[in-house]
């Protein structure tokens, strides 16, 4: 892949003679000619559409998680329906914040600089540290993840929503009677027209989610704190709507999931110190410092360790 080296050449020859030619256009040194830009462009569109499908599949296997531990938790069994509640939504928002947020940054982190014993030897991805490179590539990943995430309620009232009103018209073969059903029983018949059960666990741990991540990389990706409001903002306004007219009436509940979330919550601002002053130590970002490599595949050094800090101290 030579794409790399050729980033710089390439936005310029974009402004000269449009994206639409770039690809096209043939450059000669008198002796040999060829399409320069061609492979750049490859690479920057293949990459582009890499990470949307990344923040795409990051909330379906959120939806797929959520639905797998619902049942695995109702299998376990606990003794009350506030107790199971309670544990499906820290099992979700584990999961999930896991998936959204610690997998991404576990699978392209490199610890070859900090010689720390297995994690030197296993993480062996791209970013030594929070760079340019990271927040081009993985930042701008968890933000459209976020953005999706935070219309993802919107998204699965509406999808739902409309399921339910094709079942009920196909029910009384889409006449205006809706008293007309060709259910044999009145409990069939209420299993068709009502809405299905609120679901409180998962709006626990969607909003768990989403201040954790905020928190996680806050200081870097200051986006994500708007984003974080945007998606309460619509996750209240599709809760009271869909809980005046969408869900069956929800059981009575405690007030122990809230009090457990809070308590969870109080985890929140130290992840957001940790990685705040991590991200703010970046070398190459605030102190200019760089280090030069031979082959553009090589890994970018940082600099950048817990040795290293301490010794500034």
Not at 102 to 126: D, K, Q
Not at 183 to 192: A, C, E, L, N, S
Request: aromatic share 16%; net charge neutral; with cysteine.
């Amino acid at each position: 892949m030579i794409s790399g080296v050729l980033t710089c050449f390439c936005q310029a020859q974009q402004k000269l003679v449009g994206l639409t030619k770039l690809g096209e256009t043939v450059y000669t040194d008198g002796k040999r000619s060829a399409t320069v830009c061609d492979e750049w462009l490859t690479d920057k569109f293949s990459s582009l559409a890499y990470s949307k499908i990344v923040s795409v599949s990051i909330n379906i296997v959120n939806f797929v998680l959520r639905t797998l531990l619902i049942l695995l938790v109702k299998f376990i069994g606990e003794d009350t329906k506030s107790e199971q509640t309670r544990s499906v939504k820290v099992a979700v928002f584990v999961c999930q914040f896991f998936n959204t947020a610690v997998l991404l940054l576990l699978f392209n982190a490199n610890m070859s600089e900090t010689h720390i014993p297995f994690f030197s030897e296993v993480l062996t991805g791209e970013f030594t540290d929070f760079n340019e490179e990271w927040y081009t590539d993985i930042g701008c990943t968890i933000i459209k993840a976020m953005i999706i995430a935070a219309l993802f309620p919107l998204i699965e009232a509406v999808l739902f929503g409309t399921l339910k009103f094709v079942f009920k018209m196909l029910d009384r073969g889409f006449g205006a009677n809706m008293f007309l059903s060709k259910k044999k029983t009145v409990q069939q018949y209420i299993d068709v027209q009502v809405g299905p059960e609120y679901m409180i666990h998962f709006r626990y741990s969607a909003i768990l989610n989403t201040c954790f991540v905020c928190m996680l990389y806050g200081v870097g990706l200051p986006l994500l704190f708007p984003i974080s409001l945007f998606a309460f903002t619509i996750l209240y306004m599709v809760e009271r709507f869909c809980v005046f007219y969408y869900y069956r009436q929800p059981p009575m509940f405690d007030d122990a999931m809230t009090r457990n979330s809070l308590r969870i919550l109080n985890w929140a601002p130290l992840l957001y110190m940790l990685f705040g002053y991590w991200m703010l130590g970046n070398n190459q970002i605030f102190s200019n410092v760089v280090f030069p490599f031979t082959n553009s595949t090589d890994v970018i050094k940082s600099g950048h360790t817990i040795v290293s800090d301490i010794a500034h101290i």
